[in-house]
T-cell receptor, first 115, second 112 residues
Framework: DGGITQSPKYLFRKEGQNVTLSCEQN?????MYWYRQDPGQGLRLIYY???????QKGDIAEGYSVSREKKESFPLTVTSAQKNPTAFYLC??????????????FGPGTRLLVL | DAKTTQPPSMDCAEGRAANLPCNHS???????VYWYRQIHSQGPQYIIH???NNETNEMASLIITEDRKSSTLILPHATLRDTAVYYC?????????????FGTGTRLQVTL
């Protein structure tokens, strides 16, 4: 079954704790993205990666870190430096063909709650 | 990226066509119009996109005006499962990676 998977569906974080959100895709997509969504608002880009071992900051990268060691995986770590981490986190991926990004497809999301 | 304007909410009776408008008056010649929808607590679902011509797929039709300053997403026979927030987005057709700028969208409520 092809697609983008995110785990866990719900995640609880204690104060001062780092947590890692998983994103895996078996679509052979080149680019992967992390967005954050707050209640009643649109999505904001955290980080994105076009190729393995390379990634760029988005609009709200502070307090987050990523890695791209494999094409199919793009985990996001929410560090203790992120002071307001409670949100819905969405991973997306897309092909890059002929140097052009194609349609982004989204995973089901992870809801992070701070205890 | 060009900004889009959508009505905050719309209602549609089940079985009728849902016509969701979007204004993108500052769109550039190389920008696509994309539509996604998001059902509560799920990831956004891609619906359709177009550049200049009208487009149709198994989910919906996209009508883009000749001047490209506005578009309409048409769900031909809305069902209760189409209740969601619908986002109209413009995005460059060139470049290797770009963010999608989601606004607040249109909340479509399909009723019996």
């Amino acid at each position: 079954d092809g697609g983008i998977t995110q785990s866990p569906k719900y995640l609880f974080r204690k104060e001062g704790q780092n947590v890692t959100l998983s994103c895996e895709q078996n679509l052979n997509h080149d680019a992967m993205y992390w967005y954050r969504q707050d209640p009643g608002q649109g999505l904001r880009l955290i980080y994105y990666s076009q190729i393995v071992n390379d990634f760029q900051k988005g609009d709200i990268a502070e307090g987050y870190s990523v890695s791209r060691e494999k094409k199919e995986s793009f985990p996001l770590t929410v560090t203790s430096a992120q002071k307001n981490p409670t949100a819905f986190y969405l991973c997306a991926s897309s092909l890059i063909r002929g140097g052009v990004q194609e349609t982004q497809y989204f995973g089901p999301g992870t809801r992070l709650l701070v205890l | 990226d060009a900004k889009t304007t959508q009505p905050p909410s719309m209602d549609c009776a089940e079985g009728r066509a849902a016509n969701l408008p979007c204004n993108h008056s500052t769109i550039s010649g190389n920008e696509y119009v994309y539509w996604y929808r998001q059902i509560h607590s799920q990831g956004p679902q891609y619906i359709i996109h177009g550049l200049k011509n009208n487009e149709t797929n198994e989910m919906a039709s996209l009508i883009i005006t000749e001047d490209r300053k506005s578009s309409t997403l048409i769900l031909p026979h809305a069902t209760l499962r189409d209740t969601a927030v619908y986002y109209c987005i413009v995005r460059p057709s060139t470049g290797t990676a770009s963010k999608l700028t989601f606004g607040t969208g249109t909340r479509l409520q399909v009723t019996l």
